[in-house]
Structure formats: structure tokens, C-alpha cells
């Protein structure tokens, strides 16, 4: 006889907050799972995964050299020109690093990352309602190795799955690390914040491993690295997942920082999204309709979650 979790077909790979009593989608949160037991979250799926990503430009490599304060540059190719057999034969060299995109573009991982969703929905939408556009990024490197220091437009439920990594995680709302023109900046057009290394003392430093995670809201700086006190033969690889997500709450915020980047042009000190319900709401229409209009100019399509 079929249990009821198996006849509603609920999934026994889950997210929870490892604090639930204190989580809030408004700030960075750390997160228990079991997603690194998935079947698809294995290396073999991952090396089969990456072979059906790889014609739409879907992986995605890092030059060898980059470190935490370097630009956020990953090239299509790899720089030594491997096949995708070869990266994952080798993956184990240090310093090896391959990043698959929007695994969501394939239909069974898209079901995972809305299985993770909507296992979640208890906790995101009471605070930010709305939920679209459900991303998923994998990150496989060797120590040792890093992802600079960014930015993202989502909302983050990020997860190590294999080995280990450390993350920094800054507020959100920290304006001494990203001013608010820098903020907009990247909205409007995805121009990065530089890295100083002044900015580490006000993270949140995370040392995870197989099982834990860190939500982190929109726009909250972060970056990660992973070194070789870990590594024994045979288990030399981290593995970690983004599972990413917009709400009527991040676009309505982008659309005020697309107004508030032409005040600011203007030579105005706008509010910040978030301290004006009354002027947010008389904002956010018309951000919409500038940076609409700018992409149609430009003949550009807009970022996903840039208004």
C-alpha cells in the first residue's frame, strides 16, 4: 500500500531553514538539506547534464588565475579547449572550475527546482508573494578555487551538495560595501561593484558542507571560495547549487531602483526601495515604463528581474 507522501507525490529531497523560527526572506538565513542525496545531483547526471547544456552555451568556464576580487568573467568555451569528457575526467586537478546555467532549461531539473519551490512556499510567501521565474545554477570546482565577488538580481537558495566550500554573504542592506548608485547600476545594467578587501570584515562567513545552505536575499553581495584542507584521493570535488527565484517583491524593488537611477541623474538623493511604501508605489509604474522604454530603444532584451 502506497504511503500518502508518495500518492500526493511528495519528494523526499527538501530545503528547510535551519532556524526557522527567525528566518525571513528579507535577510540571509542559513539552510539544512538533503538535496545532495538527489538522483540528479550526482557527478555522473551532472557530466550528462552539462553534454545537453553545452550547444545553447550553457556551460560556462572560468580562466585559470581568478580570484575573489576579480571580475565575474566565465567564457563558453574552456580555456584550454577540453571537451566536456575531458573537464569532468580532470575535474579533480586543482583549480578546476565549470558552472552549469539555467539547468531549468531541461525539463527534469526544471521539476526539481520547482519541487524545492514549492516545498518552500510556507516560508517565501507570506513576506514576498508572487513567485516566478525559477533558475538553477551548479558550481564544480577544485581547491583550489573561487567565485568573485557579485551581486545577483534573485532571491538565492544556495546549497553544497559535495566536498566543501565557504561563502560570504554581506546584508543586503549594508550601503557601505554596494552604495545605492551601485545598486541601481547593476539593475539597470548589470555593472558589477568592485571587491576590496575591506569589504570582508562585514560579511557572514559560512564554512558548509554536504547539507547546508544560505538563503540570501536579492542584490545581497557574496562570494565564495573552497581550499584544499578537505581533500583526500577520490573526494577532491565541491559541488554546490543556486536555486534562484523572483518575486512581485524583487520586481517591484527593481523597478524603483530603474526610477530612482534617473533621479539620481538628475542630481536627487532618492529613498532607498523599501523606507517609502507611499513612494515606492508611486515609483515603481514608472521605473517600469523607463527601463521598458530603454530596452525597446536599444533593441535589447532586458535581464531577466531587471524591472
Given at each position: 500500500?502506497?504511503?500518502?507522501?508518495?500518492?500526493?507525490?511528495?519528494?523526499?529531497?527538501r530545503v528547510w531553514?535551519?532556524?526557522?523560527?527567525?528566518?525571513?526572506?528579507?535577510?540571509?538565513?542559513?539552510?539544512?538539506?538533503?538535496?545532495?542525496?538527489?538522483?540528479?545531483?550526482?557527478?555522473?547526471?551532472?557530466?550528462?547534464?552539462?553534454?545537453?547544456?553545452?550547444?545553447?552555451?550553457?556551460?560556462?568556464?572560468?580562466?585559470?588565475?581568478?580570484?575573489?576580487?576579480?571580475?565575474?568573467?566565465?567564457?563558453?568555451?574552456?580555456?584550454?579547449?577540453?571537451?566536456?569528457?575531458?573537464?569532468?575526467?580532470?575535474?579533480?586537478?586543482?583549480?578546476?572550475?565549470?558552472?552549469?546555467?539555467?539547468?531549468?532549461?531541461?525539463?527534469?531539473?526544471?521539476?526539481?527546482?520547482?519541487?524545492?519551490?514549492?516545498?518552500?512556499?510556507?516560508?517565501?510567501?507570506?513576506?514576498?508573494?508572487?513567485?516566478?521565474?525559477?533558475?538553477?545554477?551548479?558550481?564544480?570546482?577544485?581547491?583550489?578555487?573561487?567565485?568573485?565577488?557579485?551581486?545577483?538580481?534573485?532571491?538565492?537558495?544556495?546549497?553544497q551538495l559535495r566536498?566543501?566550500?565557504?561563502?560570504?554573504?554581506?546584508?543586503?542592506?549594508?550601503?557601505?560595501?554596494?552604495?545605492?548608485?551601485?545598486?541601481?547600476?547593476?539593475?539597470?545594467?548589470?555593472?558589477?561593484?568592485?571587491?576590496?578587501?575591506?569589504?570582508?570584515?562585514?560579511?557572514?562567513?559560512?564554512?558548509?558542507?554536504?547539507?547546508?545552505?544560505?538563503?540570501?536575499?536579492?542584490?545581497?553581495?557574496?562570494?565564495?571560495?573552497?581550499?584544499?584542507?578537505?581533500?583526500?584521493?577520490?573526494?577532491?570535488?565541491?559541488?554546490?547549487?543556486?536555486?534562484?527565484?523572483?518575486?512581485?517583491?524583487?520586481?517591484?524593488?527593481?523597478?524603483?531602483?530603474?526610477?530612482?537611477?534617473?533621479?539620481?541623474?538628475?542630481?536627487?538623493?532618492?529613498?532607498?526601495?523599501?523606507?517609502?511604501?507611499?513612494?515606492?508605489?508611486?515609483?515603481?509604474?514608472?521605473?517600469h515604463w523607463i527601463?521598458?522604454?530603454?530596452?525597446?530603444?536599444?533593441?535589447?532584451?532586458?535581464?531577466?528581474?531587471?524591472?
Amino acid at each position: 500500500m502506497k504511503s500518502m507522501d508518495a500518492e500526493q507525490g511528495a519528494s523526499p529531497y527538501r530545503v528547510w531553514p535551519a532556524e526557522p523560527a527567525s528566518f525571513s526572506t528579507r535577510r540571509m538565513s542559513p539552510l539544512r538539506h538533503n538535496i545532495n542525496e538527489h538522483p540528479l545531483f550526482q557527478l555522473s547526471a551532472l557530466q550528462a547534464l552539462a553534454h545537453e547544456l553545452m550547444p545553447a552555451g550553457q556551460c560556462r568556464f572560468q580562466r585559470p588565475g581568478a580570484t575573489q576580487g576579480s571580475a565575474f568573467v566565465h567564457e563558453p568555451k574552456h580555456p584550454q579547449g577540453l571537451s566536456i569528457d575531458e573537464v569532468f575526467a580532470r575535474m579533480e586537478e586543482p583549480g578546476s572550475w565549470l558552472a552549469l546555467y539555467n539547468v531549468e532549461t531541461i525539463p527534469r531539473y526544471q521539476a526539481a527546482l520547482d519541487r524545492i519551490i514549492d516545498d518552500l512556499r510556507p516560508v517565501i510567501e507570506p513576506e514576498q508573494p508572487g513567485i516566478f521565474l525559477v533558475t538553477g545554477f551548479i558550481f564544480i570546482s577544485a581547491p583550489p578555487s573561487v567565485t568573485p565577488f557579485h551581486i545577483d538580481r534573485e532571491n538565492n537558495f544556495w546549497l553544497q551538495l559535495r566536498g566543501r566550500k565557504t561563502m560570504n554573504v554581506w546584508d543586503c542592506a549594508d550601503r557601505e560595501v554596494i552604495p545605492a548608485p551601485g545598486v541601481e547600476g547593476f539593475i539597470a545594467g548589470g555593472v558589477q561593484t568592485p571587491y576590496q578587501e575591506s569589504f570582508r570584515a562585514r560579511s557572514s562567513e559560512f564554512n558548509t558542507g554536504p547539507g547546508d545552505g544560505v538563503y540570501f536575499p536579492s542584490t545581497s553581495p557574496h562570494m565564495t571560495r573552497t581550499d584544499t584542507s578537505w581533500v583526500k584521493p577520490g573526494d577532491g570535488i565541491s559541488i554546490s547549487l543556486g536555486v534562484n527565484f523572483y518575486t512581485s517583491v524583487t520586481r517591484r524593488t527593481a523597478q524603483v531602483h530603474q526610477f530612482n537611477r534617473i533621479l539620481r541623474r538628475m542630481g536627487m538623493s532618492p529613498s532607498y526601495p523599501g523606507q517609502s511604501a507611499a513612494m515606492d508605489s508611486l515609483k515603481a509604474p514608472l521605473g517600469h515604463w523607463i527601463a521598458a522604454a530603454r530596452y525597446r530603444r536599444l533593441g535589447a532584451k532586458a535581464p531577466p528581474g531587471a524591472y
